[in-house]
C-alpha cells in the first residue's frame, strides 16, 4: 500500500527547461551542411569525397578491351597487367592527398605499396623476367620499411 503523505517527485522537475542561447536546430543545420560540403570536397577525409567512381571507369575500361579484341585488335598476352595498375595509381593519389594534407607519416604505406604495384605492373607489361625481378622488390619494400621505422636507442 502507499503511503498518502509521500510525495513522488516527477523526473523532470522543470518540464519547461529554457531553451539554450540561439536556435540549436539552425546551428545543427549549419554544422551538418558544412560536413556535407567538406565530405563533397574531399577534405573530410583524404581518402574520400567526390573523387572520380573507379569501379566504373574499370568496368568501362574491361568492356573496351573485349570490344576491341571482338574488331580485331589483338592484345598482348599480358594485357591484363594493365589492371594492376587501377591500384598501383589509387594508391598514389591516396599517399598524395595525405601527403598535402600534411600527413606524412600516413602517407608512406599507401605511397610504398603503389609503387610496388607499379613496378610489379610494368614487370609483366613490358616482359621483364619476373625471377630477375621479384628480389630486387623485396629489397626495395625491406629499405622503405627500415627508412620508415624511426629507430629507438
Do not use: C, K
Not at 573496351?64 to 595509381?89: M, Q
Amino acid at each position: 500500500m502507499s503511503d498518502p503523505n509521500t510525495t513522488t517527485s516527477s523526473p523532470n522537475p522543470n518540464p519547461n527547461p529554457t531553451p539554450p542561447p540561439g536556435d540549436w536546430r539552425e546551428q545543427r543545420r549549419a554544422e551538418r551542411a558544412a560536413r556535407h560540403a567538406a565530405w563533397r570536397s574531399g577534405n573530410g577525409h583524404p581518402g574520400w569525397g567526390a573523387g572520380m567512381p573507379i569501379g566504373g571507369v574499370v568496368i568501362v575500361a574491361i568492356g573496351l578491351i573485349f570490344l576491341l579484341d571482338n574488331f580485331g585488335y589483338h592484345l598482348p598476352h599480358n594485357w591484363w597487367a594493365a589492371l594492376i595498375l587501377i591500384p598501383a595509381v589509387g594508391l598514389l593519389v591516396t599517399a598524395a592527398r595525405f601527403y598535402r594534407s600534411g600527413m606524412r607519416g600516413p602517407a608512406m604505406g599507401p605511397a610504398i605499396g603503389g609503387v610496388v604495384l607499379l613496378l610489379v605492373a610494368l614487370a609483366f607489361l613490358l616482359g621483364i623476367d619476373w625471377g630477375l625481378f621479384w628480389p630486387i622488390v623485396l629489397i626495395a619494400v625491406g629499405v622503405a620499411v627500415i627508412v620508415r621505422r624511426p629507430w629507438r636507442g
